[in-house]
């Protein structure tokens, strides 16, 4: 936290450090030591409130801490106390921290359900600030599956406690506008010694908007949280209903979901036991990463465990390993007219196994898609499969082997084509090899649809890797090695979105991502890197979302953005590229926060021609010649920017270009902290600039810099 600054109490919003009341709220600002802010702090025996008497502490975050008091002013009732603390964190940080702690409290006291805590009061005291409910008797599920062997859960014991969870997220939905509860979670999960299930942790619950398209924010345990909850979509009822389905495959497998998020498996149950296949087919629909393709509501969910659970009263269920394939057979028929309804509802889908030495059902790939039914499996044996395949129905093709060992390659045309609605590819390695001259051929051509690929080898030497195009088109891409084009290795166009996660990218002639005319993908978590010219390229009209990529050592730049373009990267690391970090012109756009620009052969930020950039609290350093350079009537704003240890100035302006410095520190330059020449104007307003080895400012006659309220 900048100590030359103070964050108000009340709002989060950021004052004077020597302010007695708040600019935005006027409330006072009361001045505390640093350590009060930190958590975990209260002993035994303090009051809280001059009320609460702490008794012991019971855990503590990153967050905050929790404790049990005596209520003093009811006969010591013991309660829990909630403490959420403000060190280290950021203005922006502090606001949503704030909001969401009065977002828990005026939430659960507008609530009343067995199976949620009530609230009995919520204050601020000594800079933090407290939340006052019910103490509960008893343990996490988290703990509970820590303790239990193999860390699973017996059947009836995983629908009792389903049938419970639904009934809360029931009357939290049922609510208007519902309540999305958003981080349902084993550790957020209260089991008492009678088996009563509570539901804790408001922090992230949300009201559905109808008519919103997307969060403010978003927020989720890895694993449990949905796929749109990392989007830019709104989350709903839906949301939930997959979480609960993630808590309960934990409960059933053992397996922690986040190992693996968006990737489990079919479960290893007895598929001879109607009930068993019930409960695995109804957990795996719940886990669909499409959210219309999920179970509508709680209470559907609810009926539906009710009703394995009554198989389940009168059967024996038996835990078995069983290979891939067996989750996917028809189960048995059963005479219960019951079990009969629900398996009708929760059919099997068909599996082929395809195999190029004669044992499965067929040696070609194109024939096995061509004859399976709408909704199969087809596991593909190793080999090398010379052809090239057209996906026009849902299908799901699965490697059943190392995926290096199961490659899919044509010689004269893409690889694969997408024409259908939705497809699944996982575990292949899929390579397209140079085609005739003049031939641009795709290892990937997506026109249409949402087609998932996982866990893929995916390279070209023709032309781009994968090239995604159309408004409807809308794919998923994760854990990919996607390497070695001869173009680009992603090319996302015409409006086309998708999803690309936990992907390494590399060794591109052109650049690793080109996003171009309209296309408005997300990334997150990926490796961009050792590209001939660029990590981004994007242009024409590009959008994008990119957090907490790493994109690196490319031959010109990290993120090159023109032509009206407007991405947003979020807490991304660009750094040792040969010329620029990143480079913004011809009237390119574009929001940059949280990011560390650094090591750049030329300078990390460039900005020219019109271009019109916003940075947010970026960390620019280290580059051969300016940490920003802004020129040729380029503009854009830069806040709270730590710009730093450049070899020449740490900021140069020149050639009619307009920036605005706010609330910046630039200092630790070779060179002057901010040069500006050539006609070079801007605004540096409350900056501050220390320790530059030429001074603070080298402004040249003819230019015009607005400075306010800087420290020297």
Not at 247 to 268: A, C, D, K, R
Not at 324 to 345: D, E, F, G, I, R
Not at 426 to 442: E, M
Not at 627 to 632: A, C, T, Y
Request: proline share 5%.
């Amino acid at each position: 936290m900048n100590s030359s600054v103070r964050f108000c109490d009340n709002c989060g919003a950021t004052n004077r450090p020597d302010a007695k009341f708040c600019y935005a709220c006027g409330q006072p600002q009361i001045s505390y030591a640093t350590t009060n802010t930190v958590t975990g702090l209260l002993t035994s025996a303090y009051e809280l409130k001059q009320r609460y008497h702490i008794l012991q502490k019971l855990g503590q975050g990153g967050f905050g801490a929790i404790y049990k008091a005596a209520d003093l002013l009811f006969n010591d009732t013991p309660r829990a106390v909630k403490e959420m603390g403000m060190r280290g964190l950021d203005e922006q940080e502090t606001k949503e921290a704030i909001v969401a702690f009065r977002n828990e409290a005026t939430l659960l006291a507008n609530l009343s359900h067995p199976n949620l805590p009530r609230i009995y009061d919520h204050f601020e005291e000594r800079g933090r600030w407290y939340l006052v409910m019910d103490y509960i008797e008893g343990e996490t599920l988290e703990k509970r599956l820590e303790m239990a062997p193999g860390g699973y859960l017996p059947l009836k014991e995983v629908v009792e406690l389903g049938i419970q969870l639904c009934t809360v997220l029931g009357y939290l939905h049922s609510h208007q506008p519902p309540i999305i509860f958003r981080d349902l979670k084993p550790d957020n999960v209260m089991l008492t010694p009678d088996g009563q299930v509570y539901l804790i942790d408001f922090g992230i619950a949300r009201f559905f908007k109808p008519g919103q398209t997307k969060d403010t924010m978003s927020l989720g345990t890895p694993g449990y949280a949905a796929p749109e909850q990392y989007g830019r979509m709104q989350t709903t009822i839906r949301s939930d209903i997959y979480s609960l389905g993630a808590t309960l495959y934990q409960m059933i497998s053992g397996i922690h979901p986040g190992l693996t998020p968006f990737l489990q498996q079919p479960l290893e149950l007895d598929a001879s036991q109607p009930a068993n296949v019930a409960l695995e087919k109804l957990v795996m629909q719940m886990l669909e990463l499409k959210e219309q393709q999920r179970p509508q509501d709680a209470m559907i969910v609810k009926q539906e465990l009710q009703s394995v659970q009554q198989m389940l009263q009168s059967a024996s269920i038996k835990r078995i390993v069983q290979p891939m394939q067996a989750a996917v057979q028809s189960s048995p028929v059963t005479t219960t007219s019951q079990a009969t309804m629900l398996l009708t509802t929760l059919a099997p889908r068909p599996s082929i196994i395809v195999d190029q030495h004669g044992g499965g059902n067929y040696s070609s790939l194109s024939e096995a898609i061509q004859q399976a039914e709408a909704g199969s499996f087809i596991f593909l044996r190793e080999g090398l499969y010379k052809e090239s395949i057209i996906l026009d129905k849902p299908v799901e093709i699965i490697a059943n082997g190392p995926r290096d060992r199961i490659i899919l390659e044509s010689d004269d045309t893409h690889c694969v084509v997408m024409q259908t609605t939705t497809a699944t590819l996982r575990g292949l390695t899929i390579h397209c090899p140079a085609g005739p001259t003049g031939k641009t051929s795709y290892a990937i051509n997506i026109t249409e649809g949402e087609l998932f690929i996982e866990n893929c080898d995916i390279s070209s030497a023709s032309s781009s890797c994968i090239a995604i195009r159309n408004a409807n088109t809308n794919p998923t891409i994760r854990y990919c090695t996607i390497h070695d084009s001869a173009n680009h290795g992603i090319t996302i166009a015409q409006n086309a979105r998708a999803t690309i996660e936990y992907c390494d990218i590399f060794h591109h002639p052109r650049a690793g991502i080109h996003i171009t005319s309209g296309a408005d993908p997300v990334l997150r978590h990926c490796n961009i890197y050792n590209s001939e010219r660029y990590g981004l390229l994007i242009n024409e009209q590009g959008r994008g979302t990119f957090e907490d990529c790493d994109i690196h050592h490319h031959g010109y730049a990290a993120a090159t953005i023109s032509t009206q373009s407007n991405p947003l990267l979020l807490r991304c690391q660009l750094h040792d590229n040969q010329k620029y970090g990143i480079e913004v012109l011809q009237e390119g756009q574009g929001s940059y926060q949280d990011c560390e620009i650094a090591g750049s052969g030329i300078d990390n930020v460039s900005i020219s021609t019109g271009s019109t950039p916003y940075y947010y609290l970026c960390r620019i350093h280290d580059a051969q010649q300016h940490g920003v350079k802004v020129s040729d009537n380029g503009l854009g704003i830069l806040e709270y920017c730590d710009i730093s240890t450049s070899q020449q100035a740490n900021v140069a302006i020149t050639s009619g270009g307009n920036p605005q410095f706010q609330r910046s520190t630039i200092h630790k330059g070779l060179d002057y902290g901010i040069a500006v020449f050539e006609g070079g104007h801007g605004t540096i307003e409350r900056c501050t600039l220390a320790a530059n080895a030429k001074g603070a400012f080298s402004i040249e006659p003819g230019s015009n810099v607005i400075l306010k309220q800087n420290v020297l």
